[in-house]
Every structure is written in C-alpha cells, then in structure tokens.
C-alpha cells in the first residue's frame, strides 16, 4: 500500500485495486501501457470498443469493465482531488465542486455504444 493509498478513505480500497488489476490485465495481456494520464483513457475507450465489436457477452466482460471505469475513476482522483465514495455497493467519485460521477457505470455504457471514458474525465474537470 502507498502512502497515497493510506490516507485515503476506505471507498477507494475496492476501486484502487480493481483500476490497478485493470492497468495489470493490459499491460500483460494487450501490451498496453496505461498511465493514470487523461491521454490514456482514449486508449481504455477503444479497447472497450474493441471487446464490444468482438461480440463478448456483458457477462464475460462484466469484470473488466468494473476495473476500467474504477481505472477512470482514479485517473479523476488523482487528477481533480476528487473522493471515491460508496453507498449500497455502488462507487461514486465525488468531485471537488461537489458532482458525482460514476464511471463504473460508464464503462458499461461505454461498452453498449453509449459513453466515453475520456469524455466522462474531461467533464469531471481533469
């Protein structure tokens, strides 16, 4: 655990280490470095897209999409000072303006057709 991880709250336990076996999986798997960088998202976008015209079933990619919209989420955090939060099992980040964003949900849309990881950041304020 970093000291970064330490001082956070424990909503972000679940969420950081979903992002961080996200950034694992491709960098194992699709040889894809992903940085924790607004940049890298456009990458997590197409990746997505790429499952999703393969034809996998949500239920097979349910897992990776967990780990890529908790890997936007970070990139939120730690490029906002946003806060992860978790109410009924659902992990939120609440951004300093005091918005909430859930990017878990995007990556699920994302992968319907209808949502942008890079978008959902850039409107968060990163």
């Known amino acids: 655990m970093t000291a970064q991880q330490a001082t956070r709250p424990q909503a972000a336990s679940k969420p950081i280490r979903w992002a961080a076996d996200a ?38 990619v349910e897992s990776a999409l967990r780990g890529f919209g908790a890997y936007a989420g970070e990139v939120i955090v730690r490029r ?13 980040i609440r951004t300093p303006d005091g918005r909430l964003w859930d990017p878990i949900d995007e990556a699920r849309r994302c992968y319907a057709g209808d949502g ?3 978008l959902l950041s850039r409107d968060a304020g990163v």
């Open 23 to 60: 950034v694992a999986a491709m960098r194992e798997g699709a040889r894809l470095r992903l940085d924790y960088s607004a940049q890298s998202l456009w990458r997590v976008d197409r990746m997505i897209e790429e499952i999703r015209r393969d034809g996998a079933p949500l239920a097979a």
């Open 80 to 92: 906002t000072g946003a806060d992860w939060l978790e109410t009924g099992g659902i992990h939120w």
């Open 116 to 118: 942008s990881l890079r």
